[in-house]
């Protein structure tokens, strides 16, 4: 896509420059520098750690603490067996192809569409068309390009064009070998040493261990919070007293062993994920008893016929007319893209780079109802940052089937219910002789007959005087029962619960692609001087509260930073105090770059009259107060509570000769 | 030891009883239940992943923000070459026997401990000596057991049982192959199957993974979070603007692959800690800037004196003293243990059931200049819980020497210096023709003499006109060089900057043992009644803050039950309804349990004047007031600023009829 990714004062982002900023006030770096970095594993430094830490306490407010769910945690290292169950070691799997010759491994589908996309665009080239949104000068840089890599434009015939735009459109959709028949047709190559490469195999993106020195406890890493807390749902449903519907949720870490990881803290190996299960009885259309409150909340919803129509502006729709017209499933999902909405727009994101955007048909698991992710627009492009999926009960089922360990819910029914059944009984008398120890298995496989069946039996069984039935553990597994043996009626029982699986949906949380794209959408550069970056944190996620500068190195200035330290801690903020040499408008500029908010001058003002400036780190503004006043005004603003602008209000504006004149020396 | 642990109150600890809650109110589980639990792997519910959440903030902002640290969050998942470096591949590793029959595998220290233990225990029974410290009745208590294990008690030889109990005392010295030596000599068996063991082996304790898919990249899941932070001390130093003393903080995950878990949450696979690095010049005497702050504080400390004399009992000395007479090493050590007392009390550990103890030489790692542990007295025993070491410049050191990077500061001298050095130089020009390729690493060898041996070389080749230095990588790798090749002499210069390796003060949190003691230290039962059991979480890190019940099952009750329920949501106070059919008594006792410190009751004199009780979950005492007042006393007491007491000094008593009526039914 030519639109170029801006930052929030409309400035074309420069992403050197960012990463440049990034890199220099420590925010991350690549994991084990001195032993040679590991790809896809990062450090985040203080700026970025205090950060996440401060993500995190909103997150708990506001969906732990705020909706009452049960926050658990589980293990992250999770027996062979669990995942054998839930089907990741089968399926948690990308296709992979290896060059023989270079011995690099690459993803198939990345490969296939890397190679189709490059001969497009060759093809475009050759038929001189304009590139799609793209201005005179990108196509003449994007020329000068091809020529240097001596590739020259091809023109392909129109069907063979159509023919890879239909494929890219679908590749989504395509089975392992079905890629490598692909490669083959198409000759695919590695476009870097245009070797021809081995066909696809599959390679389990989990990372495997094992528990123990036995040798016979093999383990993974967990790829997702999501199968602990369902293997703990018998936990959750009881002290919840089998209430239903109930969330539980998961702050935890996950690992995926990327092949070749890259695009920054977007895939990485290990990631930090917030994850909510919210139960629901499948027979309550999935009502969400809040979903009320938030109807007409509007948001920007990108659905799956937008997009096969080949549209990427979302419609701003209410959350209740999404629901009632089905575009949204139910209520419970509505409800929960409006909370992910409000939580990031309390967390400082652009709301102008945000929207929801359906899952296709063949991008959701089959057991999924719907699914919708909550995308951030980044200079990599939208990138899903929140998927929010119905995952029906396909997991508690699977987990329940493997162990025969109930994962359900019993639900004591107001009124009991009368309700009649075919019942298939051996006479135990008679059978007991005639199959000996086999009895209970015939009786079992009895019990396992559906009502439909059963019923087709008792016709049987009154025609014929006999049935015949599979009994699969015996010698000979077709069993004869005439009807002096075996008793089909119908019969009537009460029933006072209920038991059901519950169905799950589940808004799922990437944090660190979140953190990444609110420091890029945080980041700007002042009007006059590029060189001067500032990232706008909210004063509530800001990792540092107050930045402490004496106009001037000079002991006489200390004895009142000092007291101010002292109140700060008092009142449990944090701060920088910047001491060192050089101009205060460099000061200033140096710490903008790390999101420090409020900026708080000692001058010789303050020796002679007690009184203080507060700085506004967006607009470089300054009031002047009172120590107590101006503190007041700060922790005001850190709990959420005030903006500059109202502190603006009340306090006296300051235009301070010097610092202006130093910030503007600096600039 | 016989000493009974006790609760709070004195009463005997009952910790059937005590398992029985927290298994009942859903504080933790082991992993995977459904699967089959594992071992040494557990999840926590909502109480005590919440009450973890708690400790977290209060661990923030006691150590990282009013310190004034540098967080960061490094990878878990770690190459083979960074603990090939610090020594964890070699040494990170238990000695195990395996009972050949039985497959089992035992910790050679812990076996041999047992055995000679149960050896001894039996002398001292057939010697019919009073077991130390045991009442009559758990003596014969002890016999019957012994009885009925058929194990006839034994006598030992006078010089046999003070060989044990020398063996005993110093177990903790023995290699692997001294105790193969000592199994076989003393023989010492599987005391469970009565077999022989196969001779100790090491096994590594860390889980073991590969990153990526092409087998080169071996990796481990690290054992401790400390290395991760060691490897990013270039970004740490630069980001304090080389700036010395400081600290880093990290909170994360570590893992032990334990080869036979035990003790519940005491001995896990996978683990929270929370480890800061203070980072001090060698050569300041370790000083520490506050330390004057906190001189008179007294803590109990058991000495490493005290200990070798068969002493339990701690000295309570001020931190100022014992510095100032060696006892603790150094100030900055000194200052750690004081703050992390005072964390301690924060977070509503037990005084009394909290010591320093100083580590043994033996136990102590060879680098080591001090530790001490902060151990929490539970019903298992006194816990290692904070480890408090000097680790001297150790790991600094050998990562930059694995590595070639440096790790280290470079101080800018306030007045250069001029330092005498002798210099070894080839002359350039007569080097080249002679060793050609060579010469730049004969040059790299001379740099690598030491000032004593050059000061040697030098007046070797005054006397003998050549000398002989030896350089590795030649094909012959002892080289000859006159005196007009080489010239060495004594050079002036001057320095304006020193560059050092840090030496490290380590404050570890093991947070789950913490989070362990912390419960045993809250639990109490009620004196009337010890069905009825309390968690007397302090306010401040109480999983929940507020029950709310209304008196009866009455919906004329409920808008006011939801009216608070929205005040509660706008202070951002959790908070559970009970809304149970039960009676508030009932309610009341199942809630202390969960350790909800503040209960508000709606009842009918609600619904007339408009006020409320407010039940002290400790005393059961109640005030009443109007709601705003109810809710200001509830978050003034969440935020530690004020206890119940201090509440019941201005809002008036209350003693209902119905609710104390209801109470005493219930118990």
Aim: hydrophobic letters at 35%; a negative charge; proline letters at 4%.
């Amino acid at each position: 896509m030519a639109t170029e990714y801006k930052t929030q004062k409309g400035q074309d982002f420069d992403r050197a420059a960012f990463e440049s900023l990034v890199k220099r006030k420590n925010f991350y770096w690549q994991s084990f520098e001195p032993h040679g970095a590991v790809k896809g594993l990062f450090d985040y430094g203080h700026p970025l750690a205090t950060l996440e830490a401060e993500f995190l306490t909103i997150w708990r407010d506001h969906f732990v603490r705020k909706e009452r769910m049960q926050e658990l945690k589980c293990a992250m290292i999770t027996p062979y067996n669990v995942f054998k169950a839930s089907g990741h070691v089968e399926k948690f799997a990308d296709f992979m192809c290896k060059d023989p010759k270079s011995g690099e491994i690459l993803r198939t589908d990345h490969l296939i569409k890397d190679v189709l996309e490059a001969r497009l665009k060759s093809d475009k080239e050759a038929r001189g068309e304009k590139l799609e949104d793209s201005s005179e000068a990108d196509a003449k840089k994007k020329k000068k390009k091809v020529k240097a890599g001596a590739v020259v434009a091809t023109k392909l015939d129109d069907a063979v064009r159509e023919k890879y735009e239909f494929l890219l459109a679908t590749l989504d959709d395509y089975t392992g070998p079905d890629m490598g028949a692909l490669i083959k047709e198409h000759d695919i190559r590695n476009p870097v040493t245009g070797n021809e490469v081995e066909p696809p195999v599959p390679v389990n993106l989990m990372f495997a261990t094992q528990i123990g020195a036995t040798g016979k406890e093999p383990a993974f890493l967990r790829p997702e919070t999501a199968q602990g807390q369902f293997l703990s749902f018998q936990h959750l449903v009881e002290y919840n007293d089998n209430k239903m519907p109930f969330a539980s949720a998961s702050v935890g870490y996950s690992f995926r062993n990327e092949l070749s990881p890259r695009s920054g803290l977007l895939r990485v190996r290990e990631f930090l994920m917030a994850e909510i299960e919210h139960y629901v009885d499948p027979e309550s259309g999935k009502k969400h008893p809040k979903f009320k409150q938030v109807r007409d909340v509007k948001l920007p919803l990108l659905s799956r016929s937008i997009q096969s129509e080949g549209g990427s502006q979302p419609a701003h729709v209410s959350i209740g007319e999404a629901v009632d017209s089905k575009l949204v499933d139910n209520e419970t999902l509505g409800y929960f893209l409006v909370r992910i909405a409000l939580f990031m727009e309390r967390i400082g994101v652009d709301a102008g780079k945000l929207r929801f955007r359906q899952h296709m048909q063949n991008e959701m698991a089959h057991y999924a109802a719907d699914c919708w992710d909550c995308e951030l627009l980044t200079s990599y492009g939208w990138i899903e940052c929140v998927g929010c999926a119905d995952r029906s009960a396909f997991d508690l089922t699977v987990h329940s089937e493997a162990t025969g360990v109930p994962l359900h819910v019993r639900e004591v029914l107001k009124e009991p219910l009368r309700i009649q059944e075919w019942d298939a009984q051996l006479d135990k008398k008679k059978a007991g002789p005639k199959f000996k120890k086999d009895a209970s298995k015939v009786q079992a496989a009895l019990d396992k007959l559906d009502q439909d069946f059963r019923e087709k039996l008792s016709l049987t069984l009154d025609k014929e005087g006999k049935i015949e039935i599979d009994v699969p553990d015996m010698e000979t597994p077709k069993i004869e029962l005439d009807k002096d043996i075996v008793k089909i009626s119908k019969e009537t029982r009460t029933v006072s619960t209920r038991e059901y699986v519950p169905n799950v949906i589940e808004p799922s949380f990437g944090i660190g692609r979140i953190l990444y794209s609110l420091m890029e959408h945080a980041y700007w550069t002042r009007e006059d001087d590029v060189a001067r970056s500032v990232m706008s944190f909210k004063p509530t996620v800001a990792p540092i509260k107050v930045l402490l500068v004496p106009l001037q190195k000079d002991v006489r200035l200390m004895p009142l930073v000092e007291e101010i330290e002292e109140k700060l801690d008092e009142r449990h903020l944090s701060y920088d105090t910047d001491t060192s040499g050089v101009s205060i408008g460099k000061r200033y500029s140096r710490n903008d770059e790390l999101g420090i908010p409020c900026g708080i001058t000692v001058d010789y003002e303050s020796l002679e009259d007690g009184t203080f400036t507060l700085r506004d780190r967006d607009s470089t503004k300054q009031v002047r107060a009172k120590l107590d006043d101006i503190l007041d005004a700060v922790e005001s603003m850190v709990k959420g509570k005030e903006t500059f602008s109202d502190v603006q209000k009340r306090l006296p504006a300051y235009e301070g000769k010097e610092e202006k004149e130093e910030e503007a020396k600096a600039a």
